[in-house]
């Protein structure tokens, strides 16, 4: 079924938008060849750094040229990926690696220790289980080329896990000369020893980015399994298209112009499902987890009743309307450890009340002392779902007589302005909207968004020493039980000091060419290697 003028009507679209693609963009987008393939992911691809940015579209460019030391299978359970062999010492204090044979740079040169003691530090300075690491570490070094030591000043069990997170930033290794920098400074090459290079000669920013197979990428030799296992490349490119509109993006998916849409709108999830060319595929089981950051640092948010005032604000249903309109894809969500885990659990959540509490949250606002401060929302204008939210939430606010404004822009322009630290009138900002993947909320040591260190934590910057207290006792923990309780205790004070506010859960599709096979199911970020095209 291909998407009709009056398709789009009848799902609610503009009245008159065309779906007929531009020529321009047909010609830059001409028919695959059998063994390229075409990719949309996400916003597009702003920001090359995957340890400067927490961004999926920054950790799947980082998946695809990079390597890891350790990578989680698809029970995220960590094997070794750059690695040989490794060991620990009887006292469980010295942890040595060696990398195993075959590891070179994009460049020519061979991969060393000493790279990989660069990454570790620069990675640890933004990552909150690297943070652990470091606070628990007397030395990191190199022993020989091939050869490095984590010396520890007291056990850490989970010393392997964490460097195997699947939670952005993850930790790819980099040369020595790019990771020597600090990770608030960006690198500048995009020079990697993973299974695809990236293609500067061919960039072109706002329109696509190509990632050619790395011919002397040596894959391990055991079955790809999750981000584990062997990286085989079965496809000559990868061409990673930024196309911002939706509507283009489907048609261009019917056309066979590209093979996979990352983030096919939810309100044409039916009309995709309907053609006999293409398939939905869950590859994240877990699905996604959504909130709003709120910035602790300028007002009315440095104020603990404003954030509770969110709390009750918020109709969950309401927003995964908006977010993800199909019932059997969104879900409302109250566990800071997601709907489906061990650890999720109903402790401290009396907030929640179906169809929010506005008049309690007025009442909040009232007793933070709100006095009519601006209270900017950065809404991202490429990101539909998110977006929409952003619209959602502003009129939310103004009808409990908060004084909202949003601030509209691509999503690269919000990442650049949620970094500023200074008030709204300053170009700071109040409240962002994003989410992280189930998986990545079971596991508060590697997750950013999980933390509450101030200076060190997520944008927006939660600061509560008692929960850091208690998140740090998770790496020591061993039994499950132990854990389960831990988590109780962590979510109790997470919703009296409001480290965030969720909106839902939902579990996203993506969309393909059935001729296009071969993707591994993993949590949020999408391996490009593995996948097999066959002709139309």
Same mark, same amino acid.
Request: glycine share 8%; net charge negative; with cysteine.
């Given at each position: 079924m291909?998407?009709?003028?009056?398709d789009?009507?009848?799902?609610?679209?503009?009245?008159?938008?065309?779906?007929?693609?531009p020529?321009?963009?047909r010609?830059?987008m001409a028919?695959?060849?059998?063994?390229?393939?075409?990719?949309?992911?996400?916003?597009g691809?702003?920001?090359?750094?995957?340890?400067?940015?927490t961004s999926?579209?920054?950790?799947?460019?980082?998946?695809?040229?990079?390597?890891m030391?350790?990578?989680?299978?698809?029970?995220?359970?960590?094997?070794?990926?750059?690695?040989?062999?490794w060991g620990?010492s009887e006292?469980?204090?010295?942890?040595?690696?060696?990398?195993?044979?075959?590891l070179?740079?994009h460049?020519?040169?061979?991969v060393?220790?000493?790279?990989?003691?660069?990454?570790?530090?620069?990675?640890?300075?933004?990552?909150?289980?690297g943070?652990?690491?470091?606070e628990?570490?007397?030395?990191?070094s190199?022993k020989d080329?091939?050869?490095?030591?984590?010396?520890?000043k007291?056990?850490?069990?989970?010393?392997?896990?964490?460097?195997?997170?699947?939670?952005?930033?993850?930790?790819?290794i980099?040369r020595?000369?790019?990771?020597?920098?600090?990770?608030?400074?960006?690198?500048?090459?995009?020079i990697?020893?993973?299974?695809?290079?990236f293609n500067?000669?061919?960039?072109k920013?706002?329109?696509?980015?190509?990632?050619?197979?790395?011919?002397?990428?040596?894959?391990r030799?055991?079955s790809?399994?999750?981000?584990?296992?062997?990286?085989?490349?079965?496809?000559?490119?990868?061409?990673? $298209?930024?196309?911002?509109?939706? !509507?283009t993006?489907?048609g @261009?998916?019917? +056309? /066979? %112009?590209v093979?996979?849409?990352?983030? #096919?709108?939810?309100?044409l999830?039916?009309?995709?499902?309907?053609d006999?060319?293409l398939?939905?595929?869950?590859?994240?089981?877990?699905?996604?987890?959504?909130?709003?950051?709120?910035n602790?640092?300028?007002?009315?948010?440095d104020?603990?009743?404003?954030?509770?005032?969110?709390l009750?604000?918020?109709?969950?249903?309401?927003?995964?309307?908006?977010?993800?309109?199909?019932?059997?894809?969104?879900?409302?969500?109250?566990?800071?450890f997601?709907?489906?885990?061990s650890?999720?659990?109903?402790e401290?959540?009396?907030?929640?009340?179906?169809g929010? $509490?506005?008049?309690k949250?007025r !009442?909040?606002?009232?007793? @933070?002392?709100? +006095? /009519? %401060?601006k209270?900017?929302?950065?809404? #991202?204008?490429?990101?539909p779902e998110?977006?929409?939210?952003?619209?959602?939430?502003a009129?939310?606010?103004?009808?409990?007589?908060?004084?909202?404004e949003?601030?509209s822009?691509d999503?690269?322009g919000?990442?650049a302005?949620?970094?500023?630290?200074?008030?709204?009138?300053?170009?700071g900002?109040?409240?962002?909207i994003t989410?992280?993947?189930a998986?990545?909320?079971?596991?508060?040591?590697?997750n950013?968004?999980?933390a509450?260190n101030?200076?060190?934590?997520?944008?927006?910057?939660?600061?509560?020493?008692?929960?850091?207290?208690?998140?740090?006792?998770?790496?020591?923990?061993?039994?499950?039980?132990?854990?389960?309780t831990?988590a109780r205790?962590?979510q109790?004070?997470?919703?009296?000091?409001?480290?965030?506010?969720?909106l839902?859960?939902?579990?996203?599709?993506?969309?393909?060419?059935?001729?296009?096979t071969?993707?591994?199911e993993?949590?949020s970020?999408?391996?490009?290697?593995?996948?097999q095209?066959?002709?139309?």
């Open positions: 291909a998407i009709s003028r009056r789009l009507i009848k799902v609610g679209l503009a009245t008159g938008t065309a779906l007929s693609i020529s321009v963009l010609a830059q028919p695959a060849e059998a063994r390229t393939v075409r990719m949309v992911f996400g916003t691809l702003t920001v090359f750094d995957p340890i400067y940015s999926y579209d920054a950790g799947n460019h980082g998946l695809a040229i990079y390597d030391l350790f990578s989680p299978d698809s029970k995220f359970v960590p094997q070794p990926q750059m690695v040989g062999k620990v006292d469980k204090k010295t942890y040595t690696f060696e990398l195993r044979d075959g070179g740079w460049d020519g040169t061979p060393t220790a000493a790279d990989c003691v660069a990454s570790i530090r620069r990675w640890a300075q933004v990552n909150t289980g943070q652990l690491l470091m628990r570490a007397r030395d990191i190199k080329d091939r050869t490095f030591t984590i010396a520890l007291e056990p850490l069990g989970l010393l392997i896990d964490i460097l195997a997170s699947a939670g952005t930033p993850c930790l790819f980099m020595e000369k790019d990771a020597d920098r600090p990770a608030t400074v960006q690198i500048t090459a995009n990697g020893s993973g299974p695809f290079k500067e000669a061919l960039a920013p706002g329109a696509s980015f190509t990632y050619d197979r790395n011919e002397k990428y040596v894959s030799s055991e790809p399994d999750g981000w584990a296992g062997g990286k085989i490349v079965k496809v000559d490119r990868v061409i990673w $298209d930024t196309i911002s509109d939706q !509507q993006v489907i @261009a998916l019917q +056309a /066979g %112009e093979d996979f849409v990352e983030s #096919p709108p939810l309100d999830l039916s009309v995709i499902e309907s006999p060319n398939e939905l595929q869950i590859l994240n089981k877990g699905g996604f987890d959504w909130y709003m950051r709120l602790f640092l300028q007002k009315p948010f104020n603990v009743k404003a954030r509770q005032a969110m009750h604000l918020v109709d969950q249903e309401a927003f995964m309307r908006v977010m993800s309109p199909d019932p059997k894809y969104g879900h409302t969500l109250t566990s800071i997601g709907n489906n885990s650890y999720s659990n109903d401290n959540t009396s907030w929640f009340k179906k929010g $509490d506005p008049e949250a !009442q909040l606002f009232k007793e @933070a002392g709100y +006095a /009519g %401060e209270v900017v929302i950065l809404a #991202p204008t490429d990101w998110a977006n929409n939210a952003s619209q959602l939430l009129g939310a606010l103004r009808e409990v007589g908060v004084n909202a949003l601030a822009s999503w690269a919000l990442v302005r949620r970094a500023n630290k200074g008030p709204a009138e300053d170009g900002w109040s409240i962002f989410g992280s993947s998986y990545a909320d079971t596991d508060p040591i590697s950013v968004a999980l509450a101030g200076e060190k934590a997520f944008f927006g910057w939660p600061k509560n020493d008692e929960y850091e207290a208690l998140r740090a006792k998770w790496a020591d923990i061993e039994t499950l039980e132990e854990r389960k831990l205790d962590m109790r004070l997470w919703w009296d000091f409001v480290g965030c506010v969720m839902g859960q939902s579990v996203s599709p993506i969309a393909r060419r059935k001729t296009l071969g993707f591994l993993t949590p970020l999408v391996p490009m290697w593995n996948l095209k066959a002709s139309a």
